[in-house]
C-alpha cells in the first residue's frame, strides 16, 4: 500500500531510539524527510545517519516546553516546514502517591503534557494554513488503564489527552489530524529500566504473549500519518497485545 507520505516532512521528537526512533524509521521507509531530535549528540548522530540520506538531527531537550519548542522551530527550518508531527518524549520516574514529591508534578508535566502542547503550537497553525497535517502523539496505556506505581505518568497522559482530543476536533475541518497511540510493553531502554532486561517474564503479563516490536509501532504511527487514514482523528489507540482489559 503507498501512504502517499513520499516527500512529507515529518518531526518525530525524542527519537534517538526506542518508539520514537521506530516511528522516524517507518516515515523515512514511506519516502518522507524527516527531523528527529534527542539530548545526546553521539546518540542522535547514529540514529540520523540509520535513518538514511536526507535525515535530520537537532539538539532539543523537551523536557521544558522552551525546548519542545525550540525543535519544532529547528525542524521546520531544515526541512522547509512540517506536515507530520510526532510528539514524543521520555517516560517520567515511577513511584505512587505516598512516595512522590511535589516538584516532580511539574517536571512530569512540563515533560509529558506541555511539551505535547507546546510542539502542537508550535507545528499545528502551518498544518492548518496548507490544509494538510497530521499528528500523532506517543502516550501510553496507562491513559486508558493507569498503573499503580506510575502516578505522573498517569497524570500527564490524561491532561495531554484531553488537550488532543480539544485540538482535534478544532482542526479536523483543516485537514489535519491527531490521533494518539497508547503503547503498552515495548521492547526498548524505558521498559529495560522499568522492568529489566526479562522480557519473557513481561511477556507472560500481555495476551499475545510477547513484548511489542517497537517496529510494529513505528508502522502503526506511519499508517496513522498516511493518506487512507484521513477520516481517523480524534483517537487514542491502545497498541499493547491485548494488555488494556476494558471493553471499549
Ligand atoms: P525510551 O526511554 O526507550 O526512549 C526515549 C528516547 O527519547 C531516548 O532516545 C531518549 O534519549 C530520548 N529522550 C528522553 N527524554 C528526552 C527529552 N527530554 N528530550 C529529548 N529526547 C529525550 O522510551 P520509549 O520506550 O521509546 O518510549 C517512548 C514514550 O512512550 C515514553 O514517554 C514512554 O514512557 C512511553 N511508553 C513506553 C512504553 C514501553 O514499553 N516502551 C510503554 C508505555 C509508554
Known amino acids: ?42 546518540r ?12 535530520r538531527g537537532v539538539i532539543a531537550d523537551v523536557g521544558t516546553p522552551e525546548g519542545a519548542t525550540a525543535f519544532v522551530r529547528e525542524a521546520q527550518d531544515a ?7 510526532v510528539t514524543n518524549a521520555g517516560g517520567p ?10 516538584d516532580a508534578y511539574h517536571a512530569a508535566l512540563d515533560l509529558n503534557l506541555m511539551s505535547t502542547v507546546a510542539m502542537c503550537r508550535a507545528a499545528v497553525p502551518a498544518m492548518q494554513e496548507r490544509g494538510w497535517g497530521r499528528v500523532v502523539a506517543i502516550t501510553s496505556i496507562t491513559v ?20 488532543l482530543k480539544t485540538l482535534a476536533l478544532e482542526v479536523a475541518k483543516d485537514g489535519v489530524t491527531v490521533n494518539s497511540l497508547l503503547p503498552g510493553f515495548h521492547a526498548t531502554e524505558r521498559l529495560r529500566t522499568l522492568r529489566g532486561g526479562d522480557w519473557d517474564k513481561v511477556a507472560g503479563e500481555i495476551p499475545a504473549g510477547r513484548v511489542g516490536d517497537p ?9 496513522l500519518c498516511s493518506e487512507q487514514a484521513r477520516f481517523v482523528t480524534g483517537s487514542a489507540i491502545p497498541v499493547d497485545g491485548g494488555e488494556y482489559a476494558g471493553l471499549l
Open 1 to 42: 500500500m503507498n501512504l502517499g507520505l513520499s516527500g512529507r516532512r515529518a518531526a518525530v521528537a525524542a527519537a534517538s531510539s526506542g518508539l520514537g526512533l521506530a516511528a522516524a524509521r517507518a516515515l523515512a521507509a514511506e519516502g518522507a524527510r524527516v527531523a528527529i531530535c534527542g539530548r545526546d549528540r553521539e
Open 215 to 223: 517496529a510494529d509501532f513505528g508502522s502503526f504511527v506511519a499508517f
Open 79 to 85: 526541512l522547509g516546514g512540517v506536515d507530520v508531527l
Open 144 to 163: 486508558r488503564q493507569p498503573i499503580p506505581t506510575m502516578i505522573l505518568s498517569n497524570t500527564a497522559r490524561a491532561g495531554a489527552t484531553g488537550f
Open 93 to 102: 520516574p515511577p513511584g505512587g502517591f505516598a512516595t512522590t514529591p511535589l
Open 44 to 55: 542522535l548522530g547514529a540514529a540520523v545517519r540509520s535513518l538514511g540520506d536526507g535525515a
